[in-house]
């Protein structure tokens, strides 16, 4: 890959800029207000609310902080390699997110040394006191969750900013181009954007972006952990089923998969699928649904395991894909036969699964090109497609086999992102060690 650097000079902050910090600092009044919405919604933590106008209940740790702040899980997750790599050079990490599910993951999968802290809403009073706070020494802002304030606010404190692990849809980028003035305004205030393709790059320079393109670091995650003994107990009660895993679908799918696996299930009459949904809120709607048709379903949230008269097993919990992809030799990957972009199937992947998915992948669109240039996943625009790539997988051992190498193969091909990111990232790496020297010292 390339890592020619595009340079792109700051530019002043434009009027649209100006008048969303003064909407943005009158907003501010109105957190109360939407921050009881959302708690209702069960889109906040009580126990945290605090966190986003600001309001620390952590002290910040003694020298040099690596802040990183990623949307929700997915982004969380991608950058974890990184912060593993960070704590080895004695750097201490913050790491902010937006959604209740990414605190969830990040209680249950981070070390306890890594500070998180929800984002706080862009209003300036919130970003101040957020900032004078944590006094971050570095800031990396993974993929596009670029929040206007929080940046204007860090390149006003000379705080060094990196947009990592940078992409820009083809959907996104005629909106972005909409407002480029905006846009180059906030991606100029980065020293560098660290981006996933030749083709994010162009994008990203097209709107006034300093780039470098280093992969993506959702091709260089580990896969996802899963408790042994819970393993064997579902291999236990599945043993000699054929299984089929649905991951992170998205309403509208669901229906999808129950008509493909009664489809299924007259040529594989053991057949179980598991549908583990992308919120786990949704699982006691999608057994209703499945109940009205008269086939059988078990929900793990109510600690149920599937039985011989399971026809799908909804797993709606959070944290558990690991153990599912270990469970099932095929993964259909969700948010994909709706309009979502499709979800990573990397972590699927590193645990030796064929992958199927939809037409709707715009979030990936690099890596299901590569996999399906190479065998390595299946497309299946309907529901009929769907079932016949399963039922091809589920039927051909040989076909199975090979589409599980020829995907890890693709995934160790296009790897390195880590590497690459950390080369572009050592002079800032480099300060922040001198920094802490100094103050052991």
């Not at 944290?319 to 972009?341: C, D, K, T």
Request: with cysteine; charged share 25%; net charge positive.
């Amino acid at each position: 890959m390339s890592h020619e650097l595009r340079k792109a000079g700051t530019s002043p902050v434009p009027a649209t800029l100006r008048l969303y910090g003064r909407l943005s600092a009158a907003a501010g009044a109105l957190a109360p207000v939407l921050l009881k919405r959302r708690l209702k919604q069960g889109k906040e933590d009580p126990a945290r609310i605090d966190e986003r106008r600001g309001i620390a209940r952590r002290p910040r740790p003694a020298g040099p902080l690596v802040w990183i702040h990623g949307a929700s899980v997915g982004e969380v997750l991608a950058a974890a390699a990184l912060m593993e790599r960070l704590r080895a050079l004695n750097l201490r990490i913050l790491l902010t997110s937006g959604t209740v599910t990414s605190a969830a993951i990040v209680a249950k999968r981070f070390p306890p040394d890594i500070i998180h802290q929800y984002i706080p809403y862009d209003s300036p009073r919130f970003v101040a006191r957020f900032l004078d706070h944590w006094r971050p020494g570095l800031a990396l802002f993974i993929e596009s969750d670029l929040w206007p304030n929080l940046i204007l606010a860090g390149a006003s404190r000379r705080l060094p900013m990196v947009l990592i692990n940078g992409r820009m849809s083809q959907r996104s980028f005629p909106r972005w181009r909409r407002m480029a003035g905006t846009i180059a305004a906030l991606l100029g205030r980065f020293d560098i954007c660290l981006v996933q393709s030749e083709t994010d790059a162009e994008r990203f320079a097209v709107l006034g972006g300093r780039v470098a393109v280093t992969g993506n670091l959702k091709l260089d995650v580990r896969a996802p952990p899963a408790d042994e003994s819970r393993l064997e107990r579902l291999l236990f009660v599945t043993r000699g089923r054929p299984v089929v895993v649905a991951a992170s679908t998205h309403p509208g799918e669901e229906e999808i998969l129950l008509n493909a696996h009664r489809t299924l299930a007259a040529y594989f009459p053991s057949l179980l699928t598991v549908i583990v949904p992308r919120h786990p809120k949704r699982g006691e709607a999608i057994a209703r649904m499945i109940a009205a048709s008269g086939a059988r379903a078990a929900r793990r949230s109510l600690e149920q395991l599937p039985t011989a008269q399971t026809d799908i097993y909804i797993a709606d919990t959070m944290g558990e894909l690991g153990l599912f992809y270990r469970l099932a030799p095929i993964v259909f990957m969700g948010g994909s036969l709706v309009p979502h972009g499709g979800q990573n199937p990397i972590e699927a992947i590193k645990l030796d699964a064929a992958i199927v998915h939809g037409p709707h992948v715009f979030n990936f669109t690099e890596v299901y090109d590569a996999l399906d240039r190479a065998g390595g996943a299946r497309r299946a625009d309907d529901g009929d497609a769907l079932v016949k790539h399963l039922g091809h997988l589920l039927s051909d051992l040989a076909a199975r086999d090979a589409a599980r190498v020829a995907a890890a193969d693709v995934v160790d091909r296009l790897g390195g992102a880590l590497e690459r990111t950390l080369a572009a990232l050592e002079p800032y790496l480099l300060q922040l060690r001198l920094e802490r020297r100094a103050a052991d010292a």
